[in-house]
């Protein structure tokens, strides 16, 4: 699973709106403010995951984004395959890419591994327990 700045950014939005929302419409301009992300750029993140049934639009005075589902119901793994669009695996076999080598390569199954991992995990975190945490602050330590 290849995750680029749109995944990690309707992560973060969807996060913002999860904590934002309750229960109201929050609007894309909001969202875009809080977490420093273009306009734009959610707009067109907000149309794929509308299309994926994630996030609802309310039209009219008062309207924006709200989740289609309660947020332990999405998951991240979810999320990040709806606003990247086409998959791109980090195996060979999974991928498409040919060379030649896919029956004698010795790293195959560890790529398919990984790849797996990675899902399972990204599944296992819903988005409820990304806005309902505290955020966890790193110190660093002089050496």
């Known amino acids: 699973m290849k995750i ?23 609007t ?21 995951l509308r299309k994926k049934n994630i996030v609802k639009s309310v039209r009219g005075p008062g309207g924006g984004f709200i989740l289609s589902r309660h947020p332990s119901e999405i998951n991240i793994g979810e999320i990040i395959r709806t606003a990247e669009g086409k998959q791109a695996n980090i195996g060979c076999r999974n991928s498409g890419r040919q060379c030649g080598m896919i029956n004698k390569c010795r790293t195959q199954n560890m790529w398919e591994t990984l ?19 505290p955020t966890t602050v790193v110190q660093e330590t002089g050496a």
Not at 28 to 48: G, H, K, N, T, V
Not at 121 to 127: C, P
């Open 28 to 48: 894309i301009r909001l969202i875009a403010q809080q977490e420093a992300i273009p306009e734009s750029y959610l707009q067109q993140l907000f149309l794929r």
């Open 115 to 133: 790849e797996e991992r990675i899902d399972e995990f990204l599944v296992s975190i819903s988005l409820e327990d990304l806005f309902d945490k």
């Open 4 to 26: 680029t700045t749109r995944g990690r950014y309707a992560v973060m939005a969807l996060v913002a709106l999860a904590s934002y929302s309750q229960g109201s419409p929050v």
